[in-house]
């Protein structure tokens, strides 16, 4: 029975404390162990403000926007994977469709959300220039941009795609490069996920670590 790996400072690793088993929800059968115990989470932090933050920032709305439909589309070609796997969690046809199809849904509604109103620049203007002199010499405006650190998403056991997708999504739009914790009790779903959204190359190193 093999350990399952965590992507984290870009790369797979795999902890080294006693592990919990995760078992097949129909025949009972020992599937995985888990666990995070020896991860260097603080590096993991780093890693991903210095290589995601930055990545992420470099982009437009409009560029985030344009990769959250591409990922969308690209997990939605493979969804027939994410449904065997999720049938051994012991979730039903219709609670997986809720899951899988309707956290990939949340990606393509932020996509179209960021690309119709937010701006293509890395600045969001918030008001019109308010004059700080009486001539015009001096004028200020507010506008809003992505926020320094990194997001720490902990999600549920029975959402396990729409839990990350639907916090990943507002969350690279804004800038920011997020952190996921899964449940364990589902987390080999979460990672099959997360490997597909890796190995699309469809996202920068770094926003998922």
Not at 125 to 151: M, N, W, Y
Not at 154 to 167: S, T, Y
Request: hydrophobic content about 45%; some cysteine; charged content about 20%.
């Amino acid at each position: 029975m093999q350990k399952l790996a965590s992507y984290l400072s870009g790369t797979w690793q795999t902890g080294q404390g006693r592990p919990r088993t995760i078992h097949h929800a129909i025949s009972g059968e020992a599937l995985w162990e888990v666990t995070s115990e020896g991860l260097d989470m603080a590096q993991a932090r780093r890693f991903a403000i210095e290589n995601g933050g930055k990545a992420l920032q470099a982009m437009t709305f409009i560029e985030r926007s344009a990769m959250l439909k591409a990922v969308a589309k690209h997990l939605l070609e493979l969804k027939a994977d994410f449904y065997a796997i999720s049938a051994e969690t012991g979730a039903t046809r219709a609670d997986s469709w809720v899951d899988i199809e309707g956290g990939i849904g949340t990606l393509f509604t932020y996509a179209g959300l960021g690309g119709r109103e937010l701006p293509d620049d890395t600045l969001w203007p918030e008001d019109e220039l308010i004059p700080l002199s009486k001539q015009g010499g001096f004028a200020a405006r507010h506008v809003l941009t992505s926020k320094s650190g990194v997001a720490v998403h902990i999600n549920a056991f029975n959402f396990p795609c729409w839990g990350m997708l639907e916090k990943l999504a507002p969350t690279w739009l804004a800038g920011m490069p997020a952190i996921i914790k899964p449940a364990t009790a589902t987390a080999q779903l979460t990672q099959a996920m997360v490997k597909a959204i890796v190995e699309s190359g469809l996202v920068p190193n770094g926003p998922l670590a």
